[in-house]
């Protein structure tokens, strides 16, 4: 998955961080049995600091993102759904593969808006 340069930037603060503390993994916090509720946790508390809605949450992020998706980048169902980590329906397996690399990251451009 390609990432434009918002999420690029983040990540690369991030391994900045990580090569400085000499960590293993560029998020060590997550890597325990219990990780998967941390990062949720964790996502939960940056939410809260920009909505007190309660109907806000991760799943309505993935919502939004695949509403934000059909919206800007109406002409292609099949690259959508590849950036949303969908599961290929019978027939679609065959083409596995085929979607490049720069499809993904001009519809990714424009769903984050960052045109």
């Known amino acids: ?5 918002t999420p690029l930037a983040a990540v690369k603060d ?16 997550f890597i325990n049995p219990n990780g998967a509720n941390n990062a949720s946790q964790q996502l939960m508390r940056v939410i809260r600091k920009f909505t007190e809605d309660k109907r806000h949450g991760p799943h309505s992020l993935r919502h939004n993102f695949r509403d ?5 980048v109406p002409e292609n169902l099949e690259v959508r759904n590849t950036i949303e980590g969908r599961t290929y329906s019978e027939g679609e397996g065959d083409r596995y593969g085929s979607i490049k ?3 993904l990251y001009e519809a990714m451009v424009k769903i984050n808006r960052e045109t």
Do not use: C, H, S, Y
Not at 1 to 5: G, R, Y
Not at 68 to 72: F, I, S, T, V
């Open 1 to 5: 998955m390609p990432l434009t340069q």
């Open 14 to 29: 991030r391994l900045a961080v990580a090569i400085k503390n000499d960590d293993e993994d560029l998020f060590e916090k």
């Open 101 to 103: 690399l720069e499809w």
């Open 68 to 72: 934000n998706g059909r919206e800007r």
